[in-house]
């Protein structure tokens, strides 16, 4: 039997849309195991799902789904007291089972009190999100971290850590249940925030781009089927450093109209989302590296409201949209990328996702 990972991809700089379309695949699509394999609470999924808002941080989106079995790998750093609270928030909104479908590895690396006080004070020309993210993977990397099986953790959070590896886990439910298991994996972060991207120092801390899936969740690179990558028609960067194309002074009524249509503001940190306009170029160079077979993308109904828009070709070359409804914006795009683009989200809500060819 065969067992299948595909890959959730952000090909921006996050907050493409990487939760509701990993929500989307693990209540539509085949899968038995949701897992996310970077990063920690910097990140901010928020999914809309019969007028029910989840926003999940660490737990993989598929949590929402029933029967899903989600998994945090150990290419993850966790914040304990913040699990608890995402879990709590989570049930909540009626998400039911959370204790018996959630697993964790005991080698994810704790964030400390330390960690965040460092990051809330060192870290202030970066823009981080003040989680303790850096600090975290470089205590990691300098191998004094503390990994969740080092230290004492209270009952509650006890039943939930795993000591094995997901391997293991997929060989099991192969036995259990006689069938191929597919895994999805989730990113966070997306491509230009990598620790090796080109606006290093303005960055996360870990790698997001394909391999990290395979590293952080410990699989081997045979399972890989699709990589799914999800961009917005428009690019929204949270933090500093430098932003190709972003919008201009005089482009600001424009702006505003974005950040109000697409509630652009971090699910993490509230903070507005800086806007620029489609850098066709990096987009592709995104695609390439990660190796992306299935294109979704969000936010059109964003700019069917906006009624104008600019994608850049190349770094002075523009094309002005004017007048056109949302699938021609998806046509005239796979057009310029000579690729399909699979799954349009129309809307917020769930329901909203159009899967195409
Ligand atoms: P850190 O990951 O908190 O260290 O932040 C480093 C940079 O990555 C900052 O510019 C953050 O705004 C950005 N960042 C980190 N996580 C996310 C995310 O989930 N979405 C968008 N930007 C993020
Ligand atoms: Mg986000």
Redesign the pocket.
Same mark, same amino acid.
């Not at 970066?126 to 989680?131: A, D, E, F, P, R």
């Not at 949270?238 to 450093?241: C, H, K, L, S």
């Given at each position: 039997m065969k067992t299948n990972l595909d890959i959730v991809l952000g090909l921006q700089?996050?907050?493409e849309g990487k939760g509701r379309i990993t929500e989307y695949l693990t209540d539509k699509h085949n899968y038995d195991i949701c897992a996310r394999f970077n #990063?920690g609470p910097? =990140? %901010?999924h928020t999914i809309i799902k019969n007028d029910v808002k989840y926003v999940t941080h660490s737990i993989p989106s598929g949590i929402i789904n029933p029967d899903m079995i989600c998994y945090i790998g150990p290419g993850c750093v966790i914040n304990l007291e913040k699990l608890k609270t995402e879990i709590k928030d989570l049930e909540l909104n009626g998400v039911k089972n959370i204790k018996n479908r959630l697993l964790i590895s005991d080698r994810c690396h704790v964030i400390t009190n330390e960690n965040i006080i460092e990051?809330e004070n060192h !870290?202030n020309s970066? #823009? @981080? @999100?003040?989680?303790g993210? %850096?600090p975290c993977y470089s205590d990691k990397y300098k191998r004094i971290g503390k990994r969740i099986k080092d230290i004492e953790i209270d009952s509650d959070l006890k039943s939930m850590i795993y000591s094995k590896t997901l391997l293991d886990k997929v060989k099991l439910l192969e036995h259990l249940r006689n069938k191929e298991i597919n895994i999805l994996a989730e990113g =966070?972060?997306?491509h230009f925030?990598d620790i090796n991207s080109n606006d290093y120092p !303005?960055? @996360?801390?870990c790698h997001t781009t394909v391999g990290s899936a395979l590293i952080g969740l410990e699989l081997p690179h045979t399972m890989i089927r699709d990589v799914y990558g999800v961009f917005k028609p428009y690019v929204t960067k949270? #933090?500093? %450093?430098e932003f190709r194309h972003e919008l201009k002074e005089i482009e600001k009524q424009l702006e505003d109209l974005i950040v109000e249509y697409g509630m652009e503001f %971090?699910a @993490?940190t509230g903070r507005r989302r800086r806007i620029g306009w489609l850098d066709l170029q990096s987009l592709k160079e995104a695609i390439n590296i990660n190796g992306v077979n299935k294109l979704a993308i969000c936010k059109i109904d964003v700019l069917v409201a906006l009624k104008c828009f600019e994608v850049f070709l190349s770094s002075n070359k523009s094309i002005l949209f004017t007048n056109y409804k949302s699938l021609e914006i998806v046509e005239e795009l796979e057009n310029l990328l000579s690729q399909t683009i699979n799954l349009v989200s129309l809307g917020p809500e769930s329901a909203s996702l159009l899967e195409r060819k």
């Open positions: 700089y996050g907050d #990063g910097n =990140a %901010g990051d !870290f970066l #823009g @981080t @999100t003040k989680q993210i %850096g =966070a972060q997306s925030l !303005f960055v @996360t801390s949270v #933090g500093t %450093g %971090g @993490t």
